[in-house]
């Protein structure tokens, strides 16, 4: 009888060995840009399970009927398959009627191919849209060009470098997220080949309850797009057939493209440059960044700084310390103002943004505070030649 048993235990355990795992995660994209820092579990969600039988990496008819389905579990949006033998599979995600997918990017479908026994293949995401947006509780839409002439209708109004104000009204018991948010394009018109192409120049992001209230944002001296929508801006669109795009995920208002040259002759650089402390007290001028972004979202910040979720405002009232830390704090407290300056249509800047980006990546990568106080000192050189703008974003 002990026999019996010791042999059963060791079959048990030898199948339990020899059996591999997928796992993963589903996650609300609340920005709708995809997989991003924003993200959060998503509970109720099918993932289905394939026996990939073509070894294709899709699910058709040769593969039959799903292995197993399970539900994306509440408060962690993960999902497992367990007691999977070598072969080839296919997670297959089916979204609720008020959602659209918005990772992978181009199919509902991950394949996994399962090579060692003892194993969890996890890491397997799958990210969706929820389309919350009430475009009916937004009404009494007028848009306000340069301050001057108000009109009803974007199309045929909007020139590059303007200025444009949208108005509205909330109704009543209504709560809604809305952007304004201006593009640099690579064309004076968008397809869906473009589109994935297109950098935010500046935006404008709001939660309203009922009454009347407005968004501003300025167009760029270039090629542009400009939309009106509900919830936050996308950046960047998807590739071409994704769901990364406002029509896709049912929140476009309005929107309208145009300009007349390309936006790669927009930055001119020269001997222009502001202070972190204009920057910091005249927010209404930024041009392509916003206060709220992250630092995270514009330079590779280490994570050992712990400060990826700081924002470009928080930024410019850095006020140092001592070590690396200390260091990249005035780094960042000037390489915020240096990208503010050389993105503004009328500030001739030293160096480019992509040359700003590059050079700080470089030197927080270093992990070494003289290599990075070096940084720091010329940009704040650069910072302080004056000249550009006034305190309203008009040129001096």
């Known amino acids: 009888m002990n026999r019996n048993a010791t042999c059963t235990f060791e079959s048990l355990e030898r199948r339990s060995l020899l059996a591999a795992t997928i796992s993963g995660v589903v996650v609300h994209d609340p920005s709708g840009n995809g997989l991003s820092i924003d993200d959060k ?17 899709k699910v058709d008819a040769t593969d039959g009927a799903a292995l197993a389905s399970k539900t994306s579990a509440a408060v962690t949006g993960a999902f497992a398959f367990t007691g999977l033998g070598l072969g080839k599979y296919v997670l297959e995600e089916t979204p609720p009627a008020n959602q659209v997918r918005t990772f992978p990017h181009l199919s509902n479908e991950i394949a996994v191919n399962v090579t060692q026994k ?12 929820i389309k919350t947006f009430d ?23 909007v020139t590059e470098g303007d200025k444009v104000q949208v108005n509205f009204a909330v109704a009543a018991g209504k709560t809604v997220e809305l952007s304004l948010v201006s593009y640099k394009a690579t064309a004076p018109f968008s ?75 927009l930055e001119k650089t020269g001997k222009e440059g502001l202070t972190p402390g204009f920057w910091k007290n005249h927010t209404s001028v930024w041009q392509n960044y916003s206060p709220n972004q992250t630092l995270e979202s514009v330079f590779d910040v280490p994570d050992s700084l712990g400060l990826d979720n700081t924002t470009l405002l928080q930024a410019l009232n ?17 390489a915020v103002a240096a990208i503010l300056n050389a993105a503004h249509a009328n500030v001739e800047y030293a160096l480019a943004t992509s040359q700003i980006i ?32 006034d305190a309203h974003g008009k040129p001096i």
């Open 41 to 57: 579990p998503l509970a109720g969600v099918v993932v289905k399970l394939y026996a990939d039988k073509n070894g294709n990496g």
């Open 118 to 129: 003892n194993a969890t293949y996890g890491s397997n995401v799958f990210a969706n849209y």
């Open 135 to 157: 475009k009916t509780a937004i009404s009494n839409i007028t848009y306000t060009i340069n301050g001057t002439t108000t009109v009803s209708t974007l199309t045929g109004n």
């Open 191 to 265: 397809d869906a080949n473009n589109l994935q192409f297109q950098q935010i120049y500046q935006v404008a992001t709001g939660t309203f309850g009922a009454g009347r209230h407005s968004l501003t944002v300025w167009v760029p001296k270039c090629y542009f797009q400009l939309d009106f929508v509900g919830g936050k801006a996308i950046d960047p669109f998807g590739p071409a057939g994704s769901n990364i795009l406002y029509g896709a995920q049912s929140r476009l208002i309005s929107f309208v493209n145009g300009g007349t040259q390309s936006c790669d002759c």
């Open 318 to 334: 850095f006020g140092g310390g001592g070590g690396v830390k200390g260091a990249a704090q005035n780094l960042f407290r000037h």
């Open 358 to 389: 590059t050079q700080v990546n470089a030197a927080l990568a270093s992990n070494n505070a003289a290599t990075i106080n070096a940084l720091k000192n010329k940009l704040d050189a650069f910072n302080n030649a004056g000249g550009g703008i």
